[in-house]
């Protein structure tokens, strides 16, 4: 089966009605299907399939063991999102070992696809939720007690889809088995475009992070209310939100977003009572932390001038990546050169780069769009994308 074909039969899996594109989300219906397909072809190709205490998959061609050669990508999506982060490099490892069997190659260092979970953070808030509690970047107990839309917790949903929510957490001895990891992703901009290539080498990966900023002002009746009566936390949320993107400006090359706002209790004639928003920062360097702290001081002004409260918490932060240099001159060297390229974009591999050496793939998106329906891949870039992959694979496991 070809990478493309594989997207195919999970291409109406997690369809979005109201947003467009896939919302697919950890231990969600849909992405409990998504793993059911993932261990099914898996399987098919005679690998074999566990799923770890914190709800990666990982598929093994052969026995377990030290050294192995680790690939894939997630399932997940954002909400709304597109085709092809994650699934895109979930299908490629798959095709690449089908391509590598038929040309009758058996590894001979340990070898697995992976399939990381919650990796964009999209039901529980933090990103990279799966190899952060691999590598235990995150608190066993921050990430038992984190909760969905819902209510639900992740300890909730991990118990519901089967995991022991006494054992999620740090899995050195697994993470021990890691030589090398490799993810191969849709690239998430128009660099490949610009360059007029199919596939880059990932260099770098933007420190980033997420905090919460919770506006609290009394809740009122929207008619009854004089304007001077007032503490309508809806004010110093909407300053906040073009305070993010007048500051973003003042540092070089920063990326800072309010993609998600929620009113309490959200009526129209009603003055909410809290708002809360969500910040995602990204800054090259070490500037995001102070980028923050200039939002936050901005923030906290204007709740002060409408007589609200701000309470400001991080919910995750991660610093800038540098992929491993003697990956990147490796694959680099056997797949012809092709350009490297920095990333905004946050991956698993980047967290799993600060315990094993990591790299990346990117293949073109014509549309330079990502977490949106309009993300993008030709079926000749995925096909050109899965035999680069077989050709790094096939020597990183010989
Ligand atoms: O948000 C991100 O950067 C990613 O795609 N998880
Ligand atoms: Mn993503
Ligand atoms: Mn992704
Ligand atoms: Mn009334």
Redesign the pocket.
């Known amino acids: 089966m070809t990478a493309s074909g594989l997207l195919e039969e999970i291409a109406d899996v997690g369809r979005d009605g109201k947003r467009g594109g896939y919302s697919r989300h950890a231990f969600d219906a849909p992405e409990h299907d998504l793993r059911t397909w993932f261990v099914e072809r898996a399987q098919r190709l005679g690998l074999d399939v566990e799923t770890d205490r914190n709800g990666n998959l990982w598929a093994w061609w052969g026995a377990p063991g030290p050294d192995a050669v680790v690939t894939g990508s997630h399932l997940d999506s ?1 909400p709304g ?1 597109g085709a092809f ?2 699934p895109l490099g979930v299908a490629s490892a798959l095709a690449a070992v089908e391509s590598l069997q038929r040309k009758g190659f058996r590894p001979v260092k340990p070898f697995a696809v992976v399939v990381f979970a919650e ?2 953070g999209g039901r529980f808030g933090v990103p990279c939720l799966g190899s952060r509690l691999l590598t235990g970047t995150i608190d066993a107990d921050k990430a038992r007690g984190l909760r969905d839309q819902s209510g639900v917790t992740f300890a909730e949903a991990a118990v519901k889809s089967g995991l022991d929510a006494e054992r999620l957490g740090a899995d050195p001895d697994r993470l021990a088995l890691v030589g090398r990891f490799l993810e191969l992703h849709v690239e ?1 901009g128009r660099g490949l475009v610009d360059l007029g290539r199919p596939v880059a080498v990932g260099s770098t990966v933007i420190a980033h992070g997420r905090w919460r900023f919770s506006f609290e002002g009394q809740g009122n009746h929207a008619g009854a209310t004089l304007i001077a009566d007032r503490a309508d936390p809806m004010l110093p949320a909407a300053e906040t939100v073009v305070a993010v993107r007048r500051l973003a400006r003042t540092h070089a090359d920063a990326r800072a977003t309010v993609g998600r706002l929620v009113p309490t209790p959200g009526g129209t004639n009603v003055i909410a009572s809290t708002v809360d928003l969500w910040l995602d920062a990204r800054v090259p360097g070490t500037g995001t932390p102070e980028l923050v702290e200039e939002i936050r001081q901005a923030a906290g002004a204007a709740a002060e001038a409408e007589g609200c409260r701000l309470a400001v918490t991080r919910e995750s932060y991660s610093d800038d990546v540098v992929f491993d240099a003697g990956l990147r001159r490796d694959l680099g060297g056997w797949l012809g050169d092709p350009p490297e390229l920095p990333t905004g ?1 946050g991956h698993d591999a980047a967290i799993l780069s600060g315990f094993v050496p990591a790299g990346m793939l990117y293949v073109r998106n014509p549309t330079g769009i ?2 949106s329906p309009e993300e993008f891949a030709e079926v000749d870039d995925v096909e050109t994308g899965a035999r680069a992959l077989a050709e790094v694979l096939e020597r990183l496991a010989a």
Do not use: R
Request: glycine residues 20%; hydrophobic residues 20%; negative net charge.
């Open positions: 954002v999102g982060d994650g990796e964009e998430q974009a990502s977490h």
